[in-house]
């Protein structure tokens, strides 16, 4: 299984990115997919989440500037990134879980976004 993190780097505050991952190994329309992050000097929390039947969840910091989507065929999740503080400055996770037939959990290597001017 892997999970391929792509799109990080330096931003400006107010700026914007676009993270994707891609995912090979896994059924990928059986998982629900989410996006992670660890900020330096503290724990990995998370930013958002699509299920594989397409429900949404966002961290409350994120809601409303990020958007997470997927693309069954393509076996990719990416989460558009708007209007960047500081505070977004990360490793960002991609995460791949499923409970059927029996519980998978699955990390990404992480991308690290860093916002500042």
């Known amino acids: 299984v892997q999970l391929v993190e792509s799109g990080g780097g330096l931003v400006q505050p107010g700026g914007s990115l676009r993270l994707s991952c891609a995912a090979s190994?896994?059924?990928?329309?059986?998982?629900?997919m989410g996006w992670y992050r660890q900020p330096p000097g503290k724990q990995r929390e998370l930013v958002a989440i699509?299920?594989?039947?397409?429900?949404?969840m966002y961290a409350n910091s994120v809601k409303g500037r990020f958007t997470v989507s997927r693309d069954n065929a393509k076996n990719t999740v990416a989460l558009q990134m708007n209007s960047l503080v500081p505070e977004d400055t990360a490793v960002y996770y991609c995460?791949?879980?499923?409970?059927?037939?029996?519980?998978?959990?699955?990390w990404g290597k992480g991308t690290l976004i860093t916002v500042s001017s």
């Open positions: 699509i299920t594989n039947a397409g429900r949404i």
């Open positions: 190994g896994i059924i990928f329309s059986a998982y629900d």
């Open positions: 995460n791949a879980q499923s409970d059927y037939p029996r519980p998978a959990n699955y």
